[in-house]
C-alpha cells in the first residue's frame, strides 16, 4: 500500500506529524481544493474518527452521506452549488462586500469576497461533499445538535491530521427537501449541515479568535477567569461577540 492510502491502522502515517492540540488550534475553514480525489481509504479513516465522537446515552443518531463521483453525487453537488451561489451573492450585496475596504482588491473583506465567490462557483468541483445527517427520535430540541457536531468536528480533525481540509456551511438548507428526495433520504432524517473535503490549495494555519478572557468567565457571568490567557503568540480577530466593556 503506498503512503498516500494508508490508513489509521497502518502507523506510521502522516497523521502523527501534527499534535492533537495543534490540530486543535490550527484547523482552518478551507474553501479551495485541489482536484485531486480523497483516497477511500483516507475516506474510510476520516469517517471512522467522526463516528468515534459521543453523543447522548451513546445513541449514535449520527449518519453521513458522503458524495464524491458518480451521478447521484454530480446532480447533489450541483444542486446545493446553485443554492450556495444564491446565498452568496445575496449576502455579498446585502453586507456590502464592494463598498468601503471592499474597494481595495487587497483588504482582508475583497481576499474574503474573492475565495467565498471562487468557492461557490467551483462548488460543483469539490472532492467530496458530505451531508452529516440525524435520525431525529424526538421532537426537536436545543440540545439535538449536540448529539451530531461533535462528530462533525471529529470529521475536520481527522481530515486535517491526514492533509485534508473543509469547511462547514448552511447552503444545502434552501434545497434540503429536494436533496432528500434525490438521495432517499428518510423524512425523520435532520441534514444538519454541509460539509466540503479536499487536498486544500492553501495551507492550514493558527484560527484567530477573540481574546480568551472575553470567553472564559468564572462566578459571576463577565468576570473574566485570571488564568484565562492566551498562549504568547496569538494572534486575534475582530470578527465574533461584542468586546467587554467592563
Ligand atoms: C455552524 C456553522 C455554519 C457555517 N456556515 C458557513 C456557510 O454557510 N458558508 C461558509 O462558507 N462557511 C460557513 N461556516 C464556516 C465559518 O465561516 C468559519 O468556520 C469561520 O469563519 C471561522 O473561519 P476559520 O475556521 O477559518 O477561522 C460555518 C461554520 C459553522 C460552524
Given at each position: 500500500m503506498s503512503r498516500n492510502t494508508q490508513s489509521l491502522w497502518d502507523r506510521?502515517?502522516?497523521?502523527?506529524?501534527?499534535?492533537?492540540?495543534?490540530?486543535?488550534?490550527?484547523?482552518?475553514?478551507?474553501?479551495?481544493?485541489?482536484?485531486?480525489?480523497?483516497?477511500?481509504?483516507?475516506?474510510?479513516?476520516?469517517?471512522?474518527?467522526?463516528?468515534?465522537?459521543?453523543?447522548?446515552?451513546?445513541?449514535?443518531?449520527?449518519?453521513?452521506?458522503?458524495?464524491?463521483?458518480?451521478?447521484?453525487?454530480?446532480?447533489?453537488?450541483?444542486?446545493?452549488?446553485?443554492?450556495?451561489?444564491?446565498?452568496?451573492?445575496?449576502?455579498?450585496?446585502?453586507?456590502?462586500?464592494?463598498?468601503?475596504?471592499?474597494?481595495?482588491?487587497?483588504?482582508?473583506?475583497?481576499?474574503m469576497a474573492r475565495t467565498m465567490r471562487g468557492y461557490v462557483d467551483n462548488f460543483g468541483a469539490v472532492p467530496a461533499l458530505i451531508l452529516p445527517c440525524m435520525i431525529r427520535y424526538r421532537a426537536p430540541d436545543p440540545m439535538e445538535g449536540a448529539s451530531v457536531y461533535p462528530a462533525v468536528q471529529n470529521l475536520l480533525l481527522a481530515a486535517r491530521a491526514l492533509g485534508y481540509g473543509g469547511v462547514i456551511t448552511g447552503f444545502h438548507r434552501p434545497v434540503e427537501q429536494e436533496l432528500k428526495t434525490l438521495l432517499s433520504i428518510p423524512e425523520e432524517v435532520f441534514v444538519s449541515c454541509t460539509l466540503t473535503l479536499g487536498k486544500p490549495q492553501g495551507g492550514h494555519g493558527p484560527v484567530r479568535r477573540r481574546p480568551l478572557d472575553e470567553f472564559v468567565f468564572t462566578d459571576t457571568w463577565g468576570l473574566s477567569a485570571d488564568w484565562a490567557i492566551d498562549p504568547p503568540g496569538t494572534r486575534f480577530t475582530s470578527a465574533g461577540p461584542p468586546k467587554k466593556t467592563s
Open positions: 506510521p502515517i502522516e497523521s502523527t506529524a501534527v499534535s492533537l492540540l495543534e490540530g486543535l488550534a490550527t484547523t482552518r475553514a478551507i474553501r479551495r481544493y485541489t482536484d485531486e480525489p480523497i483516497p477511500e481509504a483516507h475516506l474510510r479513516d476520516i469517517m471512522f474518527s467522526a463516528t468515534r465522537a459521543p453523543s447522548g446515552s451513546n445513541r449514535q443518531p449520527f449518519r453521513f452521506m458522503v458524495l464524491t463521483d458518480g451521478n447521484r453525487a454530480a446532480q447533489a453537488k450541483e444542486i446545493i452549488a446553485k443554492s450556495a451561489q444564491n446565498i452568496w451573492a445575496e449576502k455579498e450585496r446585502n453586507d456590502g462586500y464592494a463598498q468601503g475596504s471592499g474597494a481595495d482588491p487587497d483588504s482582508p473583506k475583497s481576499r
